[in-house]
């Protein structure tokens, strides 16, 4: 987002991405971050922990946006047949977590929720990688900090809402909102594609369009995670809050 963009949404305070009690469309995610880390005990090319991380073109994290759907899917770029760093006998040799989102500058708090809906319409992803919509509320006058976050895992198609509520931070004038989804797994190789998950923002799905998924909160809407998914999900505590304000790494 430029900073005329930053400006705007200032003085507008609701986009098409989220607004307060109303439900998310997709047209402002435009952030594209990913964390590369050693796969727990099976590589120690970094320690056995971050090897690096930064903002980068949508296609490192995997992601494709067009209006209002996105395409998530395993991240290619980084893969390099016979490189023992980023190849393991055609597979991927590093986990690579990726977060996909918007935000928006002066959100109001105090009263509402901020609320995602979308249709998960395709799920073909492999087993290796997990998946899930969050959506963040960040405060810049505290390291951006994330104050607030619900985070809805997901492997299936059907309805999917996400919802924050605001009332408990009333007072607090300039935070920033963000919404978006996260994908955590090895490097894929090109040549073996994995499956992808497509998503429509902006409405659950209707007709009869695939099973409703639990909701926010739902301790049976968490399905098992594979060890990149458990291992990626405790590094995007501190990780993933960050706003684009924050060093890139």
């Known amino acids: 987002m430029t900073p005329i963009k930053r400006a705007l949404a200032l003085c507008a305070i609701s986009t098409s991405l989220f607004t307060v009690n109303t439900q998310a469309g997709i047209g402002d995610i435009d952030v594209f971050y990913r964390a590369v880390f050693d796969i727990p005990g099976v590589t120690n090319?970094?320690?056995?922990?971050?090897?690096?991380?930064?903002?980068?073109p949508p296609e490192q994290s995997g992601t494709t946006v067009s209006g209002s759907s996105v395409t998530l899917g395993p991240e290619y770029t980084f893969y390099a047949a016979g490189d023992a760093f980023w190849d393991n006998n055609g597979s991927?040799?590093?986990?690579?977590?990726?977060?996909?989102?918007?935000?928006?500058?002066?959100?109001?708090?105090?009263?509402?929720?901020?609320?995602?809906?979308?249709?998960?319409?395709?799920y073909t992803l492999g087993s290796d990688y997990?998946?899930?919509?969050?959506?963040?509320?960040?405060?810049p006058n505290a390291g951006y900090s994330d104050i607030l976050?619900?985070?809805?895992?997901f492997s299936r198609t059907g309805?999917?809402?996400i919802s924050a509520d605001l009332s408990a931070y009333e007072g607090d004038t300039v935070l920033i909102a963000q919404v978006g989804f996260e994908v955590s797994g090895p490097n894929g190789n090109p040549a073996n594609p994995d499956g992808t998950v497509d998503i429509t923002m902006g409405s659950s799905c209707g007709g009869g369009g695939g099973s409703a998924l639990p909701p926010a909160g739902d301790p049976n809407a968490i399905p098992t995670l594979p060890i990149w998914g458990i291992f990626g999900l405790s590094a995007l505590i501190g990780l993933m809050g960050w706003s684009r304000r924050k060093p890139r790494v």
């Open 92 to 122: 991927g040799n590093k986990l690579v977590v990726a977060s996909s989102f918007g935000e928006q500058v002066g959100v109001p708090v105090g009263t509402g929720t901020i609320t995602v809906e979308a249709c998960v319409n395709s």
């Open 130 to 139: 997990a998946v899930q919509g969050f959506v963040k509320l960040l405060d």
């Open 159 to 161: 309805s999917l809402t």
């Open 45 to 56: 090319d970094c320690g056995g922990g971050q090897c690096f991380a930064g903002f980068g």
């Open 149 to 153: 976050g619900t985070r809805l895992p």
